[in-house]
Nanobody
Framework: QVQLVESGGGLVQAGGSLRLSCAASGRTFSGYAMGWFRQAPGKEREFVAAIRRSGISTYYADSVKGRFTISRDNAKNTVYLQMNSLKPEDTAVYYC?????????????????WGQGTQVTVSS
């Protein structure tokens, strides 16, 4: 089992920045690819970003490319999502996810483990 706990959400004005964190416990963190998803009210959950176990390769949804950066610190068992130039359409609950296969994250197939989510609200 892997337990994931997100933090760092909040209310920010358009154009602002937030950094989300996801702390993992349980099985070896470095053995898992990690990802971020989001779900806006009335919409399906969507892929945002993912990072391979080594941290060398990263993947992004087109809607966040150039604005969001995913990173990980395997020594701290934590994955981050730095969000810059935020837009009102980025408003959503953001979820951290873990899977042995990064492809299950990037293609939106149900990852093995999910966090409980953290709310991000961007005001115009």
């Amino acid at each position: 089992q892997v337990q994931l706990v997100e933090s760092g959400g909040g209310l920010v004005q358009a154009g602002g920045s937030l950094r989300l964190s996801c702390a993992a416990s349980g099985r070896t963190f470095s053995g898992y690819a990690m990802g971020w998803f989001r779900q806006a009210p009335g919409k399906e959950r969507e892929f945002v970003a993912a990072i391979r176990r080594s941290g060398i390769s990263t993947y992004y949804a087109d809607s966040v490319k150039g604005r969001f950066t995913i990173s990980r610190d395997n020594a701290k068992n934590t994955v981050y999502l730095q969000m810059n130039s935020l837009k009102p359409e980025d408003t959503a609950v953001y979820y951290c996810a873990a899977d042995l296969n990064v492809g299950r994250l990037t293609t939106g197939r149900d990852p093995d483990y999910w966090g409980q989510g953290t709310q991000v609200t961007v005001s115009s």
